[in-house]
T-cell receptor, first 115, second 113 residues
């Protein structure tokens, strides 16, 4: 079945530093990937949609300069949290869309803690 | 704008019993997809069942089935013969035209032994 690998699963960083999260589709091409943020005991909130080879589309209220998204290939999208602050601490999940079966496959998520 | 509403924050069921989780949605689209996802403590999103709006027949996957009422914009999930491993958060989700997926607030289901 379709697999999306997301790394790292957990990361702790200091305030002011940047953290990169990778989302890779292992056995299919993902022209579109989605990045979500999930607070404890809450639902998934869409942050941005990334399409291979073009700029990401951000949801209202999401700072594009803080959450940099790159989708340089059909199998890899990255989310970089720049100048991280404690309020950026959260669970981040990616999702890749498959055109062959109209399916969505989720990564296993990344728990980011900013200290 | 598309919205998904899950009005049951928490539910519980005895092992081997049946439970139904509710979901309503709002959209002006005609062709769309609805999903139920399970999120256990590991937080991995697991697809439980999927329904295409153009299909009148309710989707079924083993112990999981849906009651899809398109006119009422309702999409409930029935879990039969509940098992302890079914304990998790359940999210109802909506998407159309290969767009992003919109999620409900979730229902925390506890299966009691």
């Amino acid at each position: 079945g379709a697999v999306v690998s997301q790394h790292p699963s957990r990361v702790i960083c200091k305030s002011g530093t940047s953290v990169k999260i990778e989302c890779r589709s292992l056995d299919f091409q993902a022209t579109t990937m989605f990045w979500y943020r999930q607070f404890p005991k809450k639902s998934l909130m869409l942050m941005a949609t990334s399409n291979e080879g073009s700029k990401a589309t951000y949801e209202q209220g999401v700072e594009k300069d803080k959450f940099l998204i790159n989708h340089a290939s059909l199998t890899l999208s990255t989310l970089t949290v720049t100048s991280a602050h404690p309020e950026d601490s959260s669970f981040y999940i990616c999702s890749a869309y498959r055109t062959d079966n109209y399916g969505y496959t989720f990564g296993s998520g990344t728990r980011l803690t900013v200290v | 704008a598309q919205t998904v509403t899950q009005s049951q924050p928490e539910m519980s069921v005895q092992e081997a019993e049946t439970v139904t989780l509710s979901c309503t949605y709002d959209t002006s689209e005609n062709n769309y997809y609805l999903f139920w996802y399970k999120q256990p403590p590991s937080r991995q999103m697991i697809l439980v069942i999927r329904q295409e709006a153009y299909k009148q027949q309710n989707a079924t996957e083993n112990r999981f089935s849906v009651n899809f009422q398109k006119a009422a914009k309702s999409f409930s999930l029935k879990i039969s013969d509940s098992q302890l491993g079914d304990t998790a958060m359940y999210f109802c989700a909506f998407t159309y035209n290969n767009n992003d997926m919109r999620f409900g607030a979730g229902t925390r289901l506890t299966v009691k032994p």
